[in-house]
């Protein structure tokens, strides 16, 4: 499948072995050709002569093997470590280092890429409200100081002739903000809409009960480059299959459509899209390296090296983006693919650095000094900015899913897409422009409002704080906090590239910079701050990550004590609301399968339930039941059957089970089914098991060894199976005679799961 995100787990047969059961000797020498340029990679092909089987590569929309890739890794390990001579210890030397020269080709490119999109913001967004006389592509800034990129940075200066507004007047300004803005969100759509993709839904009917013709599956349309991407790449991670997500024309759209979508001035952020920038990145590099190309389970580790980087750029933060992507994103995080993240996120930071995109020559991107500590008394205040973000983020993720699920149901809206960006973009700018501390980008927003009054710099907000009348800032800060969280509830989810983590942090802001108001002991900036993190944590219930991004954002490490605090009363307070955040609701929405191992045992207990609830029903077992004759061989008739009856359930990733006297004998993917019937011959007769010379052999592509539990276990036992042992499925047995009586697939497992939630 050409530009699919999983292309470095299908790879063409590079060399022949002399097994008996190699393929190159299934076939007369003639259809060598045909073998070559299928899906077989060298490391499968030394699984052959093994009880395991020898695998195709993983189709889209199925979830790997874990145990299987583990397997095929070992083979590949001792095969790169047994060659002898000069060549093979250089080989293994380099079989040693490809994961750290990866990491650090990640992190340098991601960092680029991060610049590009960086400067691009800060212009377009700029060309809102003027131009810059002297250089039409530099924004206010570098326009109007010595600041620039790949400069040290200078001082602001006070009056800037070279930048020239579009209008000085109101009325005339607030039309010209609102034209461009909706002409940025028609391009952000428009551009957006290049990576539409069909993709395949399997319906609850289908997995358990009996599907025929008439119900054939009916698929969903994806656009790879909406979104922040980060529900998608935990469910890549998890082990699932996702085609064209992580391609270089995704990763394109993706950093064009997000310079177009931040610069309207919507309630998004282009830190969520930086996550999928940075892993698209990795896939493309990691196909560089056989080591991770054509083994999905090493594929995904390098994947969550990527990810730090993608938060590390984004903030500025190398330490957090580590914690970021061990905590949020990742199911797999061995302590090999820390090691390779640290190095990756900090190659990211330095590269960046240096770049210096913001042209102030330093990592920190709101930098804040506040001189005045903080008592025991102010520990109430930071409880209060908790428990209020944890009610804003469990309502937040309510509300988003609702509005959703309703307001994305209405055809036009499913129909043209960047129609709902068009009124997003409008409802926004109407709303945010007459407010003067909302009109800019989210990040110019945060920075107004952490800052500490002590050294104003011309600064509004501090410039309204020492008024005498503060009625009409304080009304500004109460219609900006209100306007951010509602834009919010209604902006994530369109289809541009777009995060939540910005305008989660605004909306926090805004509020604690309000009850900053009511607290004069101390700087308001210091609530604005944990305010800031308190909601982000009630919205996506991070929490050890976000603590030290907050650091590594400010600068502040004074002030880690207050956002810890804030931070873990948000998440408990959301989780009394909504147990779920809201990337885990995005999956369900856009109807990802993940397996959340802790909420599954959660669901699980409260059932007293059993494996054999997992059974499926009798007609659906004799369509995957194969009963194999005594010789090993079946029909090739009774074989194209059974593909034909899979192929309606629309699994893609199910298979038959072979049995003797109802005795489990084996596990055949449908993938390798289709394969052995349509090119390894036309014979009758197909051998599945034993090593006969009679019939096309297909015994190469069965699993001798599937892993099995009883039917009377609890189905605790099956969860923990599933989830730490990375399984595509389980046969369940009779207890006492040890008789096959069903098997469970992980989408099917879900499914299941999910219908306990509702």
Known sequence: MNGDSEAGERQHLLAHHPENRRLSHIIHEGDVHSIISSRVSKEEQALAGTAVGERLGYDDYTTIDWLH????????????????????????????????VAALIIGALTACVAFLVDIAVATVSDWKYGYCSTAIFDNRERCCTDRSPLLKRADL????????????????????????????????????????????????????????????????TMYTAAGSGIPEIKTILSGFVIPNFLTYKTLVVKAVGAVFAVATGMCLGKEGPFVHISTCVGSIVVKWFPKYRDNGRKYREMLSTACSAGLSVAFGAPIGGVLFSYEEISTYFPRRTLWKAFLCSLTAAVVLKELNPNGTGKLVLFETHYATGYGAVHYLAFVLL????????????????????????????KKYPVFETFLIVLCTALLQYPNPMTREPGEIIIKQLLVDCRNPHNSWVCASEASDDKKPYIGWLVYGTLVKLLLTIITF???????????????????????????????????????????????????LSLAVVMFELTGELEYVLPNMIAILVAKWVADAIEKEGVYDLAQTVLGHPFLDLEQAMGAVSKENALVEDLVPPKQTMAEITVNVRHDGTVSREVLKQKLDQLKRRGLMDAGLVLVQNEML?????????????????????IRLLGGGDDGIDMSVFVDRTPLTIAQNAPMEYLLEMFGKLGLRYLCITEEGTGKLVGVVIKKRLIMYLEGLKH
Not at 73 to 82: K, L, Y
Not at 205 to 210: G, R
Not at 525 to 531: E, H, N, Q
Request: aromatic share 12%; proline share 3%; with cysteine.
């Open 157 to 220: 200066g006070d009056e800037c002739a070279d930048w020239k507004a579009w209008r000085t007047d109101f009325t005339g300004a607030f039309g010209i903000y609102v034209g461009f803005a909706l002409l940025f969100g028609i391009l952000a759509g428009s551009v957006t809409m290049l990576t539409k993709t069909s993709m395949p839904a399997a319906s609850v009917n289908t997995l358990a009960k009996d599907v025929h013709a008439e119900n054939a599956v009916v698929g969903k």
């Open 665 to 685: 004998q084996g596990y055949l993917a449908e993938a390798e089914l289709e394969f052995g019937l349509c090119e390894l011959g036309e014979g009758d007769k």
């Open 386 to 413: 908790g428990v209020v973000g944890g009610i804003w983020g469990g309502l937040f993720c309510k509300l988003n899913f609702i509005w959703s699920k309703f307001f994305r149901k209405y055809a036009i809206i």
């Open 69 to 100: 890739d583990c397997v095929k890794e070992s083979f590949r390990f001792r095969a790169a470590r047994t060659q002898p001579g000069i060549r093979g210890r250089f080989l293994a030397l380099f079989d040693s280092v490809q994961g750290w």
């Open 493 to 543: 989810g369109i289809k541009v590239p777009s995060g939540i983590i910005i305008p989660a942090l605004d909306g926090g802001a805004f509020f604690g910079r309000l009850v900053g108001q009511a607290i004069p002991s101390i700087s308001p900036g210091i609530f604005a701050m944990v305010g800031a993190a308190g909601f982000l944590a009630g919205v996506s219930r991070m929490t």
